[in-house]
């Protein structure tokens, strides 16, 4: 007999990008660049940085449990009550307790695939029956997805803009559809990469909580923001469903540093200016430069492109490695994710695959 329920037996662990430690150890390769994570090429806000510095003093102390100041300033900052907003280590944790909170066995979740890993490795944790509906020409199928709704369903997760493949999901569509989804099921869109996307009709669904009661929209501060090792990221819902989750949530999972930058980090305009500006330019230059060698990406509204190389991708990827470039191989066999970078580093990476395609 297992020691463990069956949806933990045949659980993977998540498969992070690789560590550039770690490709220095396995292939002594130096000076690697790791593209495979889509983290902010230009690093952390230089206020944020000061402002770990000084939160690191109170070390001793534990972090604000309410997080109240960070919480007062998203709230303000997104014209909604404190009540209405509840934070995170990581937009990670903030799905994983969505499921632990919200679904049991006796229910069922449905989101798309391939679409972001966690939906599926926190509905399986938990032991929660899910449906993952296939992307129509790489992007979500909404109503595929309505039509994979049952009476047992409770949890639905959008990634808008969708990671892996970087493509989106208009406004009238999503209107729609958040009126079609039966209203017992919770529906989630995540967006961590929203202030990538630059398309006229991409939808802020903040500004369609009028269009049903049970929506959370996600956010992190690991993407644009550059905090990803500090684990910040924070939901917004209504003030019943917030309530829940405070009730499961781990008091102390966002530290006092982590806290304080995340503040820093909205303070920070010109840094959020430079991020988005830089990636605006780079992602149609990287995506001309794919196509012109043959493969060219799908059309990406985030800090990453996702192309078919029309070979096993894991063997793109290790000759990438060799070469010291980390990117994803992810989303089918022969599919790569590729983070948007500095100029130097996309002109490295795109040396590196013009050679490995040869
Ligand atoms: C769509 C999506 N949601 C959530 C996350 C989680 O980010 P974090 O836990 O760092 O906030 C990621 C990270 O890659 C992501 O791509």
New binding site residues.
Partial sequence: MSLVPPGIETLRPYEAGKPIEELAREYGVTNAIKLA??ENPLGPSPLAIEAVRRAVTDAHLYPDAAAYRLRERLAADHGVSIPEVVH??????I?DLLVRTFTTGDDHIVFAEP??V?YRLAAMAHGVPFTAVPLRGLTHDLEAMVAAVTPRTKLLFV?NP??PTGTYVGRAEVERFLRLVPPQVIVVF?E??NHYADAPDYPDCLTLRGAREHLVV?R????IYGL?AL???YAIAPPALIDYLFRVRQPFSVSSCAQEAALAALDDHAHLTRSAVLNAAERPRVQAALAALGYPAAPSQANFVYLDVRRPSRNVYEALLRRGVIVRPIGSPTTLRVTIGTPEQNDRFLRAFAEVMG
Avoid: I, Q, W
Wanted: hydrophobic share 35%; net charge neutral.
């Fill in positions: 994570s889509n995170g280590n990581g937009s990670n944790e799905l679409s972001f966690v990634a969708n990671n995540d961590a990469y996600v992190t501060f690991s993407k990803a684990r910040v990221g």
